[in-house]
């Protein structure tokens, strides 16, 4: 399994939200270059990026910022938040972002993101789904930074483009998003069960290495990590295992 570190952005800083509310924020002093040469030191060849501002308002709030992260060249790039037209795409491509994440696109604008899996190619597409459990235990789709509850099941939503070719999913569940209370180990074994093709990446409550292993004995691909590592909460030995260039 490939442990993934994740930087969050809004307005230029590095943040964490709890469960993602935005009034939950944690601001970090680390200038996001900073945690890129730090993780790349640790040996991680891929980096998350979210544009927090642009997950919330639909267009790239921190462009900027991101363009300076891929510049540097030092370790794989996938960015998202606020990717919602073929331009952002295109720009995020050329400036050197490896993996173009989608998210509430992926929901709205269902054909249009068909039709960016066949241009761009499965490997430079992912789809977010951002998940939170109804009382029946279905986890349902949310959209727009989180803010917008949907109907939609992540069952559905996975199966509505897997004729197109999709091969990476990122799955948050939100509810354990930044709050340090262990993944939903169970959602992603259903997640494999049901759809092994899929290069999933498990997102939210990721607290330490045992949490990391346990996600790798269920045969997922990759794993998320933003406050623990941001925190240093993981000892280097038990991150070492999933770091590809430790």
């Given at each position: 399994m490939l442990l993934i570190p994740s930087i969050d952005l809004r307005a230029g800083h590095c943040v964490r939200l709890l469960k993602g509310d935005f009034a939950a924020e944690t601001r970090y002093e680390f200038e996001p270059h900073?945690?890129?040469?730090r993780y790349q030191r640790l040996g991680a060849s891929w980096l998350h990026i979210v544009d927090l501002d642009g997950a919330r308002d639909g267009t790239l709030g921190n462009r900027g910022v991101i363009h300076q992260l891929a510049s540097q060249r030092a370790v794989r790039l996938q960015v998202g938040g606020g990717v919602r037209d073929g331009a952002t795409v295109d720009d995020l491509l050329a400036h050197g972002i490896a993996r173009v994440v989608i998210g509430s696109a992926a929901v709205e604008r269902r054909e249009q993101v068909i039709g960016w899996l066949g241009t761009y190619g499965s490997e430079r597409v992912c789809l977010a789904f951002d998940v939170r459990l109804d009382a029946a235990g279905v986890p349902r789709l949310c959209t727009r930074g989180w803010q917008q509850q949907t109907a939609l099941s992540l069952w559905d939503a996975v199966d509505a483009f897997a004729a197109a070719g999709l091969k990476h999913v990122l799955c948050t569940d939100?509810?354990?998003?930044?709050?340090?209370?262990?993944?939903?180990?169970?959602?992603?074994?259903?997640?494999?069960?049901?759809?092994?093709?899929?290069?999933?990446?498990?997102?939210?409550?990721?607290?330490?290495?045992?949490?990391?292993?346990?996600?790798?004995?269920?045969?997922?691909?990759a794993a998320i990590s933003g406050k623990a590592l941001l925190e240093e909460r993981i000892a280097i030995e038990e991150l070492r295992p999933f770091l590809q260039n430790a």
């Amino acid at each position: 399994m490939l442990l993934i570190p994740s930087i969050d952005l809004r307005a230029g800083h590095c943040v964490r939200l709890l469960k993602g509310d935005f009034a939950a924020e944690t601001r970090y002093e680390f200038e996001p270059h900073e945690l890129l040469l730090r993780y790349q030191r640790l040996g991680a060849s891929w980096l998350h990026i979210v544009d927090l501002d642009g997950a919330r308002d639909g267009t790239l709030g921190n462009r900027g910022v991101i363009h300076q992260l891929a510049s540097q060249r030092a370790v794989r790039l996938q960015v998202g938040g606020g990717v919602r037209d073929g331009a952002t795409v295109d720009d995020l491509l050329a400036h050197g972002i490896a993996r173009v994440v989608i998210g509430s696109a992926a929901v709205e604008r269902r054909e249009q993101v068909i039709g960016w899996l066949g241009t761009y190619g499965s490997e430079r597409v992912c789809l977010a789904f951002d998940v939170r459990l109804d009382a029946a235990g279905v986890p349902r789709l949310c959209t727009r930074g989180w803010q917008q509850q949907t109907a939609l099941s992540l069952w559905d939503a996975v199966d509505a483009f897997a004729a197109a070719g999709l091969k990476h999913v990122l799955c948050t569940d939100v509810e354990r998003d930044g709050a340090l209370g262990g993944p939903n180990l169970a959602l992603y074994a259903q997640a494999l069960q049901r759809f092994p093709q899929i290069a999933w990446q498990a997102s939210g409550g990721i607290r330490d290495g045992a949490d990391l292993a346990a996600l790798a004995a269920l045969g997922l691909p990759a794993a998320i990590s933003g406050k623990a590592l941001l925190e240093e909460r993981i000892a280097i030995e038990e991150l070492r295992p999933f770091l590809q260039n430790a």
